[in-house]
């Protein structure tokens, strides 16, 4: 069973910047695409990154594509997600998930995707 512990979640003002972490255990980490997901109260849960196993594939919805970059560091069981010009629209509770599917226009959730726990980002003035 996969195990996903995300760090890194705050409060900025619009503009400003974060950077998520999502640690892995109990997984072949190298072996696994991991995804970014959020929600915000009242709306769905949605896909916002999601990067494959050997990083040849990248997600990013669109709203969030030039402001936000995934990346993953083998060594350390991790992935980050560097999220730059916050705006309001961002507040939301980011959850990491593995395994997902990853391709350049969706990123889709694999049958035994575990959760973390979820971290809250809120972006006001």
């Known amino acids: 069973q996969v195990q996903l512990a995300e760090s890194g979640g705050g409060s900025v003002q619009p503009g400003g910047s974060l950077r998520l972490s999502c640690t892995a255990s109990?997984?072949?980490?190298?072996?696994?695409?991991i995804g970014w997901f959020r929600q915000a109260p009242g709306k769905n849960r949605e896909a916002i990154s999601c990067l494959s196993k050997d990083t040849s594939a990248t997600y990013y919805k669109d709203s969030v594509k030039s402001r936000f970059t995934i990346s993953r560091d083998n060594a350390k069981n991790t992935v980050y997600l560097q999220m730059n010009n916050l705006e309001p629209d961002d507040s939301a509770t980011y959850y990491c998930?593995?395994?997902?599917?990853?391709?350049?226009?969706?990123?889709?959730?694999?049958?035994?995707?575990?959760w973390g726990q979820g971290i809250q980002v809120t972006v006001s003035s």
């Open positions: 109990g997984v072949s980490f190298d072996q696994t695409a």
């Open positions: 998930a593995a395994p997902v599917a990853t391709y350049q226009v969706m990123c889709v959730p694999e049958v035994g995707l575990s």
